[in-house]
């Protein structure tokens, strides 16, 4: 694969329909929960984490995967499930908690799990990295292809499974890629507060793997970092630390103004989307026509989606006793 | 194949029926009859390959199946937990080996929040077949940090099964079961009862004659080991082994004791303890983890909650009084839940002792 | 009753043993007094300080166990004899 013209006009199309997606979602999200914030109220219970300003990860890295390939990630999902391709529908309504859900609404916004395109979340912090790694070795145990990508947050790193998992897969030379998306805060504190180094793609030295730190938040270098690494992983060349700097332009959840964000450090909090959406334009990638029918379609896409959600039964109560075993 | 007729011990299947083996050595057995028979199992942990485990675990595994079977991991639980629940995910069955019960709480989130609620949590569409094998128990002065049963702690969880084998014929068809079963299993076998060499004299009662080839004994169905009229001592791991040595001792007062194995704390055969309570009326739990929020108090709600007609007497139990385990012989022995400390229980109940103090 | 037509001795080596220990002890014989066993079979566990070892038959036969489990032996000790007939 290469960065063609295709790739990147999917790669803003991905990025448009998990701004849509969450932009969605959060309005659904504060109904009935102003004037007081009730967390457990509304259409759309319990916390909810969007993805503004950091779908050029999702979008970049996915474009250079294999249908293959594993996913896991944290708490924070929406924009790689939707660049992997989760199903629209189920996964919104597993997020309103609905019977037609991926998991029949056991999981909730967190805990997104579709097995048909290799996707797991997990909502603990860097609990995906290991994870990854075995379905890596599995695969590897197999014969079969497929590649490991966990994606963390930068805060995730001062996990001890960070450590842990790392050293694991640079032992066993496992094909797989860790996936920091710095948008330097973990919650509310910032990466300097936290971190003792600047850039966590620097540890991957001690690992026996390969660092590497992609500024700017731009879908095509996060592609082409994403393309490096998985062409290492798949060729026996190991795995990759790859740090990439992001966005994050909400609070941590919803609920969280994120008033922390102030003076310089708001100047790493710039909108991706109509950026890249510029450039297409300006390199004749798309024209104004044609992104904007895009963005109707996906708009459109994902309205279906919300309704489909709101339209769907909710589960049998009986269905908390099913599925803590496998039978 | 010889035509020769073989002389009857010349057969494996006659001559080499059975044996009688120690819990480890029938518990590999299993293990290494499935990894023969089945590529995707495969087992990690520390110091496996060579070294076997440090109680015996994997005695020579490493040799026959070659170190990409047998994966020797660094010092990094939480993510060779992490790691075993995502091969399981991608269906590999990982046997992941944990010397030492204690080390959970280094790798806890990676198994109760990981891989004991993925099957839930995606709604049945990924399974994490794996089995955790681990060692338990005090009673050799290892201390507070390498002593302890943790049944309780678990067996809590939903998502995980939880059994303890207490001889060798359940060890390896219990082995065989774990394996073969699409969920975590915490397989826990009492250090002390396993039959490693050096952990002293074996307990005879964990002995047993194991058939070559492979069988399964299912989970979920309690073991009456010795049956008894006046009084159900209901145990689980060592403890069963205490209680068979307090039954003795009971008879010799004239008290008939059933000793009754749970062998799985999850799933629990409630049915089974029910069946040898009510038939005795009487009921001693013996349990090494530690007292309260535990095990013994799962036993006695079980039965209270079902029909507390049929104790005449208080229920009691013989556990870890909730304090840590000491290291100092005489501390240690005085808190186990030993044969005379059961014998006593059962005593009292056999009195109807009401309010003379815990035992 | 046939007389034995080999009589194959099961005894503590040096090896066993290895280097630095003197002693060690049968912890578990697998098969009774009497059993027939097979050749390669492993017989019986045998503790060296802290490490077990297996023992096997040497020949395909009738065990004769000559020393109890527990009780501890030195090199050269025999520990059973296996009659093949």
Same mark, same amino acid.
């Given at each position: ?90 996964? %919104? ?95 509310? %504190? ?71 964000? %102030? ?60 599925? %803590?075993?496998?039978? | ?359 | ?16 043993? @290895?280097? @630095? ?12 007094? @009497?059993?027939?066993? /097979? ?16 023992? /096997?038959?040497?020949?395909? @036969? ?24």
């Amino acid at each position: 694969m290469s960065l063609t013209s295709d790739v990147r006009r999917k790669m803003y199309e991905v990025m448009v329909r998990s701004r849509a997606f969450d932009d969605r979602l959060t309005e659904q999200y504060w109904i009935d929960k102003k004037p007081i914030f009730a967390f457990g109220a509304g259409p759309l219970p319990g916390e909810l984490h969007t993805s503004h300003g950091q779908e050029p990860v999702g979008a970049g890295v996915c474009a250079a995967l294999l249908a293959d390939d594993m996913i896991t990630t944290g708490h924070r999902p929406h924009h790689i499930a939707v660049a992997r391709g989760v199903d629209l529908k189920s996964l %919104t309504a597993e997020i309103f908690g609905r019977k037609t859900g991926l998991s029949g609404g056991r999981g909730g916004h967190m805990h997104i799990y579709d097995k048909r395109v290799n996707f797991s979340s997990s909502g603990i912090i860097a609990e995906g990295l290991g994870p990854a790694a075995g379905m890596a070795l599995a695969r590897k145990m197999q014969g079969k292809p497929g590649i490991g990508i966990s994606f963390i947050g930068e805060g995730a790193v001062n996990q001890g499974a960070f450590h842990e998992v790392m050293n694991i897969v640079g032992v066993f030379k496992l094909p797989f890629i860790c996936v920091i998306e710095d948008n330097k805060y973990a919650v509310t %504190t910032h990466k300097s507060a936290s971190t003792a180094t600047e850039r966590n793609s620097d540890r991957a030295t001690c690992y026996g793997m390969t660092g590497e730190f992609v500024s700017g938040n731009d879908p095509d270098l996060i592609y082409a970092a994403a393309e490096r690494a998985v062409t290492r992983a798949r060729t026996g060349g190991g795995g990759t630390i790859l740090e990439v700097e992001t966005a994050r332009l909400l609070g941590h959840f919803m609920g969280d103004p994120g008033g922390y964000i %102030t003076g310089e450090r708001k100047l790493y909090q710039v909108d991706p989307i109509p950026i890249y959406r510029r450039r297409l334009i300006d390199e004749n990638i798309l024209t104004e026509a044609t992104a904007s029918a895009l963005e109707l379609a996906v708009n459109t896409e994902v309205n279906e989606a919300m309704r489909f959600a709101a339209e769907s039964p909710f589960p049998d109560p009986i269905d908390a006793l099913n599925c %803590t075993f496998a039978d | 194949m010889s035509t020769k007729e073989a002389a009857p011990w010349e057969s494996p299947t006659l001559a080499n029926a059975s044996r009688t083996l120690t819990m480890c050595r029938a518990q590999r057995e299993a293990v290494e009859w499935e990894m023969t028979n089945d590529p995707n199992v495969f087992m990690v942990g520390e110091d496996i390959s060579g070294f076997g485990g440090v109680f015996g675990t994997a005695d020579g595994l490493g040799a026959k199946f070659g170190l990409d079977r047998v994966i020797d991991m660094p010092i990094s639980e939480t993510g060779f937990m992490g790691l075993a629940a995502g091969a399981a995910m991608e269906g590999m069955r990982p046997i992941v080996e944990l010397a030492y019960v204690d080390f959970i709480g280094v790798c806890f989130n990676a198994l109760a929040n990981f891989a004991a609620k993925t099957h839930f949590m995606s709604g049945g569409q990924f399974k994490v077949p794996m089995v955790l094998l681990t060692g338990t128990g005090a009673g050799y002065s290892n201390a507070a940090q390498h002593s302890q049963c943790m049944h309780a702690t678990l067996a809590h969880m939903p998502g995980i099964k939880v059994v303890s084998p207490t001889n060798a014929y359940d060890a390896k068809g219990m082995m065989h079961t774990a394996i073969r079963d699409d969920n975590l299993v915490v397989f826990m076998v009492h250090k002390g009862a396993s039959g490693v060499g050096f952990m002293g004299p074996l307990v005879k009662t964990s002995l047993a004659d194991v058939p070559q080839g492979d069988y399964t004994v299912p989970f979920g169905k309690v073991k009456v080991y010795r049956e008894g009229t006046d009084v159900s001592i209901v145990a689980v791991g060592l403890a069963v082994h205490h209680a068979l040595q307090a039954a003795e001792e009971l008879a010799k007062d004239g008290i008939s004791a059933e000793v009754v194995d749970l062998r799985s704390l999850v799933p629990l055969d409630r049915d089974g303890i029910m069946e040898s309570v009510a038939k005795t009326g009487r009921l001693v739990v013996a349990d090494e983890d530690y007292l309260s929020y535990g095990v013994s108090g799962e036993v006695i709600a079980t039965v209270v909650e079902r029909d507390p007609t049929v104790l005449k007497a208080p229920a009691r139990r013989v556990c870890v009084p909730d304090v840590s385990i000491p290291f100092s012989r005489p501390l240690e022995y005085s808190i186990l839940p030993v044969a005379s400390r059961i014998a006593d229980a059962a005593r009292a109940v056999m009195s109807n002792d009401r309010g003379k103090g815990r035992v | 009753m046939t007389e034995a037509k080999d009589v194959f001795e099961v005894r503590v080596t040096k090896e066993t043993l @290895g280097e @630095g220990s003197e002693s060690g002890s049968i912890i578990l014989w697998m098969y009774p007094e @009497g059993a027939r066993v /097979q050749r390669g079979d492993v017989i019986a566990e045998f503790l060296v300080d802290k490490i077990t070892l297996e023992i /096997q038959a040497p020949a395909t @036969g009738v065990l004769r166990i000559k020393v109890p489990a527990e009780l501890a032996v030195a090199d050269g000790a025999l520990l059973a004899l296996i009659e093949s007939y």
